[in-house]
């Protein structure tokens, strides 16, 4: 069955159709027609090419961290990071990057009444006038290659353009920058294996699967609808009606992973539910996983004295009724 619904609506607001028409909340042709155009230009060469990229941004970073003694990881590196993985990616100029991720982070957790209907429609416009500037002038970046995508002659409309932008721009700043904070934050209350990666960055790649699993910002899917009447434990679920999956209790789940609260470089079960499944698979789940060994193998290496700047659990955390993700994070550098 080919059916489409809106998928991404938030707790009090939706968003527009030219943003909500993503591969996200399309299944079926619609769906396959999409990542195929997108795919074409998400290639695993272009990710490749960006690992050099990738490692001299998050050590650049760590360089510009040296010269303080303290910091707060969030705003000095865990943000930056992907704004400029991402903003290189779609050509996005560099003026542009943080009030996009300021409007993403007000329209998941806002500040005051109002302001998620700013932040969408501020995004919106921002990303109606990016496509229609890479349409004119075109360059080498992801968002052209898009733009110039064709399936048997079927080009992305406009709407799927701005859509697509905005959830490579969304999940490519928002989700990374969590999985960076959430991600050093676990480490530091872990010093053992902590000091197991500073002693052997091969282990990096497996920790930050473990983090994945048990720290990624999501602790809900978008929502879904059944397409028939289903039973799930005794509970009966009609067609259409509204599910919310709990990827944090997936990947929790004490049938599949031993002492699952268990933060455990060493787990040998390293696959979890943090960047989808099946269809809906990540498009960026290799750019988001380089972006994380990147960052955690610049710290670790540049700060042996990385500690919390204050108790753990006076830490501030941002209120959102689906993600769990750190405020700010302040760290002790030396």
Same mark, same amino acid.
């Given at each position: 069955?080919?059916?489409?619904?809106?998928?991404?609506?938030?707790?009090?607001?939706?968003?527009?159709?030219?943003?909500?028409?993503?591969?996200?909340?399309?299944?079926?042709?619609?769906?396959?027609?999409?990542? $195929?155009?997108?795919?074409?230009?998400?290639?695993?060469?272009?990710?490749?090419?960006?690992?050099?990229? &990738?490692?001299? +941004?998050?050590?650049?970073?760590?360089?510009?961290?040296?010269?303080?003694?303290?910091?707060? #990881?969030?705003?000095?590196?865990?943000?930056?990071?992907?704004?400029?993985?991402?903003?290189?990616?779609?050509?996005?100029? %560099?003026?542009?990057?943080?009030?996009?991720?300021?409007?993403? =982070?007000?329209?998941?957790?806002?500040?005051?009444?109002?302001?998620?209907?700013?932040?969408?429609?501020?995004? /919106?416009?921002?990303?109606?006038?990016?496509?229609?500037?890479?349409?004119? @002038?075109?360059?080498?970046?992801?968002?052209?290659?898009?733009? +110039?995508?064709?399936?048997?002659?079927? %080009?992305?409309?406009?709407?799927?353009?701005?859509?697509?932008?905005?959830? !490579?721009?969304?999940?490519?700043?928002?989700?990374?920058?969590?999985?960076?904070?959430?991600?050093?934050? @676990?480490?530091?209350?872990?010093?053992?294996?902590?000091?197991? #990666? $500073?002693?052997? /960055?091969?282990?990096?790649? /497996? *920790?930050?699967?473990? !983090?994945?699993?048990?720290?990624?910002?999501?602790?809900?899917? &978008? $929502? $879904?609808?059944?397409?028939?009447?289903?039973?799930?434990?005794?509970?009966? &679920?009609?067609?259409?009606?509204?599910?919310?999956?709990?990827?944090? *209790?997936?990947?929790?789940?004490?049938?599949?992973?031993?002492?699952?609260?268990?933060?455990?470089?060493?787990?040998?079960?390293?696959?979890?539910?943090?960047?989808?499944?099946?269809?809906?698979?990540?498009?960026?789940? *290799?750019?988001?996983?380089?972006?994380?060994? *990147?960052? &955690?193998? +610049?710290?670790?290496?540049?700060?042996?004295?990385?500690?919390?700047?204050?108790?753990?659990?006076?830490?501030?955390?941002?209120?959102?009724?689906?993600?769990?993700?750190?405020?700010?994070?302040?760290? @002790?550098? =030396?």
């Amino acid at each position: 069955m080919d059916k489409t619904h809106s998928g991404t609506g938030y707790k009090g607001f939706s968003l527009p159709p030219a943003l909500d028409a993503n591969l996200l909340n399309l299944d079926g042709e619609s769906h396959l027609r999409l990542r $195929r155009l997108v795919s074409r230009a998400f290639t695993a060469r272009r990710i490749g090419l960006m690992r050099q990229h &990738i490692k001299q +941004a998050a050590e650049r970073l760590t360089e510009d961290l040296s010269r303080a003694t303290t910091c707060d #990881l969030v705003q000095t590196f865990a943000v930056p990071l992907p704004l400029v993985v991402i903003g290189d990616l779609l050509d996005v100029p %560099a003026k542009d990057r943080r009030p996009f991720a300021d409007w993403v =982070s007000h329209m998941f957790a806002p500040d005051y009444p109002g302001q998620v209907a700013e932040s969408v429609e501020a995004i /919106h416009s921002f990303l109606v006038h990016l496509v229609a500037d890479r349409r004119r @002038t075109p360059g080498s970046d992801l968002l052209s290659a898009l733009v +110039a995508a064709r399936d048997n002659g079927d %080009a992305l409309t406009e709407d799927e353009l701005v859509s697509l932008a905005f959830l !490579l721009l969304m999940a490519g700043v928002e989700n990374v920058q969590h999985i960076i904070s959430n991600g050093v934050h @676990t480490l530091l209350l872990h010093p053992q294996q902590l000091n197991d #990666l $500073r002693d052997d /960055h091969t282990l990096i790649p /497996h *920790a930050v699967e473990e !983090l994945l699993r048990l720290v990624h910002p999501n602790q809900l899917a &978008i $929502r $879904r609808f059944p397409t028939e009447p289903v039973r799930i434990a005794g509970t009966d &679920i009609p067609a259409g009606d509204t599910v919310m999956l709990g990827l944090a *209790a997936a990947n929790r789940d004490p049938e599949r992973y031993p002492d699952p609260d268990r933060f455990d470089i060493y787990r040998t079960d390293k696959t979890h539910l943090a960047l989808g499944h099946g269809p809906h698979f990540c498009l960026g789940a *290799a750019l988001a996983r380089l972006e994380a060994e *990147a960052a &955690i193998k +610049a710290l670790v290496s540049r700060f042996p004295g990385l500690r919390h700047a204050v108790p753990a659990d006076q830490l501030h955390w941002r209120a959102s009724f689906r993600s769990h993700a750190l405020k700010e994070l302040p760290l @002790t550098l =030396s």
